[in-house]
């Protein structure tokens, strides 16, 4: 299983980002997906999830400004993230729990928030 994330980059306070990640294989596949963030001298932190059923949860700051959504025929679980405040910078990971409860992990992909 390869997850690739894609979509970071650079953007001002306030401003939106979409960030991708694409799976090889069917997302049919897994009890969950999720993105993760590490900020710099920070740990890893979970930023939302989706489970197969399609139930959603975010972590307090980022509720109301970020939506976790998914793509089966594209097999891609994507980030929509509005309203980007520079504590939003960070590399994001995204997760993927089989339904033999081995992790994944993608490459990470880089969102830099600027003031």
């Known amino acids: 299983v390869q997850l690739q994330a894609c979509g970071g980059g650079l953007v001002q306070a306030g401003g939106f980002l979409r960030i991708s990640c694409a799976v090889s294989?069917?997302?049919?596949?897994?009890?969950?997906m999720g993105w993760y963030r590490q900020a710099p001298g920070k740990q890893r932190e979970l930023v939302a999830v989706i489970t197969t059923g399609g139930r959603v949860n975010y972590t307090d700051s980022v509720k109301g400004r970020f939506t976790i959504s998914r793509d089966f025929t594209k097999n891609t679980v994507s980030l929509h993230m509005n309203s980007l405040k520079p504590e939003d910078t960070a590399v994001y990971y995204c997760?993927?729990?089989?339904?033999?409860?081995?992790?994944?992990w993608g490459q990470g992909t880089e969102v830099t928030v600027s003031s």
């Open positions: 294989g069917s997302i049919f596949s897994f009890n969950h």
């Open positions: 997760h993927a729990e089989s339904m033999y409860y081995n992790d994944y």
